[in-house]
C-alpha cells in the first residue's frame, strides 16, 4: 500500500498537539467507533506512524487503560496498542483477599478473579481471534471511550490470537484469561463493536458504585444485588 499523504500530515498534526496535551479519546457516540476499519497496510509513512503509537501508548497509561484502538484516537483503521502487567496489578492490591459484608455473614472474596497474566506491549496490526472453546469467563470491564462505567461481559476464556506485527509479519498466540479479554475487546473495536453490545446490561455501573459495593471483586455479589446472571444471554452479539 502506498502511504497516503494527506492521511499522514493530518496524524502528524495531532502527534505534534498530543505533545502538549495528549491525544484525545473519542468517546461513545461518534460514528468512527461504529466503523469497521480498514485494513492497515502502512497508510501512514513510517516515522509518523511510530510517532503516533508512542503518544498513544502515553495516554493508554496516563488514563490509566490496557488498550487502545486506532477508532478510539478518531483513525478507522485496523491496529491497536495493548499492555498490563502483573507486577502493576499486584501494587494495586490484586490477589489479595477481601472481605465483603453479606446478608450478615462476612463472605471472603478472591481479588484475582480476573486470572491475570502479563501482556507485554503489544503493537498489533489486523488483529482477530477466535475462541479454542466454547467456556466464557463473566467479568466488569470499562472502555477509555465510555469513562466513568463499567458492565460485566462474557469473553472467551481461551482464543487464538492472530495479527502482524509493524514489519508485517504475522503471529499467531494462544492467550488465555485477562489477556484474551483485553485481546477480544480490542479487536472488537477494529470491527465497530464495543463492550456494550456485549455486555449483561443489568449489570452496568457506575466506577463509582462499582468501588462502593465491590462488584468487580465479587460477580456473585454483582449478580445478588443487580439481578442478573449469565444465562441472560444479554452479552451475545
Ligand atoms: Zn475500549
Known sequence: MVVDESLTKIVEKTVKRAKWKGLSVVEVGDPVLRKKCQKYEGQIAHETFKKLLH????????????????????????????EDHVAGAKRKGEGAQIELR???????????DREFAELPFLVALNPSYKPITSKKAYFYEGCLSLPGFQAVVGRYLDIEARWEDEGGEEHMKKLH???????????????????IDKCITRSFSSN???????????????????????QMKSDEA
Open 55 to 82: 503518544a498513544m501508548r502515553s495516554c493508554m497509561l496516563s488514563k490509566p487503560g490496557v488498550g487502545l484502538a486506532a477508532p478510539q484516537v478518531g483513525l478507522p483503521l485496523s491496529f491497536a496498542i495493548m
Open 102 to 112: 453479606e446478608g450478615g455473614r462476612m463472605e471472603k472474596a478472591r481479588k484475582d
Open 177 to 195: 484469561g485477562w489477556p484474551a479479554r483485553i485481546f477480544q475487546h480490542e479487536a472488537d473495536h477494529l470491527c465497530g463493536i464495543l463492550y
Open 208 to 230: 463509582d458504585n462499582c468501588e462502593k459495593f465491590l462488584f468487580p471483586y465479587s460477580i456473585s455479589r454483582a449478580k445478588k444485588e443487580l439481578g442478573f446472571s449469565p
